[in-house]
């Protein structure tokens, strides 16, 4: 009995009224932020899903289209190469693919543990064959920037 005394007290009185319809604007509120977030969450979710599905095409493309020409060049690589002739015809917009790259492109490091783990795994290999590895992995390159050098420096002077 006590408290239905007190509570009718304080809800009857003109403060009481201040403060149901305080609470009542403070539910309202907090009941249209959650929804607000709750549909946002779902826009998002929707946006993931789509950018993941519009690569995985790709990817499922790109293998079909390496079986049924009997490419020897790796699916994904051929699924890239698709996705490139997507981007540049404009059919493919990039921010389709933004909600499920930017995630990606973020954990990136974590992909290269694997390739790490091999390193060193053949360490001993690496430690008998070091020469061979360096000089190729200097003249190689070296090479390359010679060559292009040439050519561009002999094609530059007929335009």
Not at 26 to 47: D, G, P, V, Y
Not at 59 to 87: H, R
Not at 128 to 155: D, E, N
Request: aromatic content about 10%; overall charge positive.
């Amino acid at each position: 009995m006590q408290q239905t005394k007190s509570t009718n007290l304080i809800n009857s009185g003109p403060s009481g009224k201040f403060v149901q319809l305080r609470y009542r604007c403070w539910s309202i509120m907090i009941a249209s932020k959650s929804h607000r977030f709750a549909e946002s969450n779902l826009l998002t979710i929707m946006k993931f899903c789509t950018a993941i599905t519009l690569l995985l095409l790709c990817l499922f493309s790109a293998k079909l289209l390496n079986v049924w020409l009997q490419l020897s060049i790796p699916a994904p690589l051929t699924g890239m190469a698709l996705m490139f002739l997507l981007l540049s015809s404009k059919l493919l917009k990039p921010q389709w693919l933004a909600p499920a790259c930017e995630p990606i492109l973020k954990y990136m490091a974590l992909f290269f543990i694997p390739a790490g783990v091999g390193v060193v795994q053949y360490t001993s290999l690496l430690s008998t064959h070091w020469p061979l590895l360096v000089s190729v992995l200097i003249l190689v390159p070296l090479t390359g920037l010679c060559v292009v050098g040439i050519i561009a420096k002999k094609v530059a002077f007929h335009d």
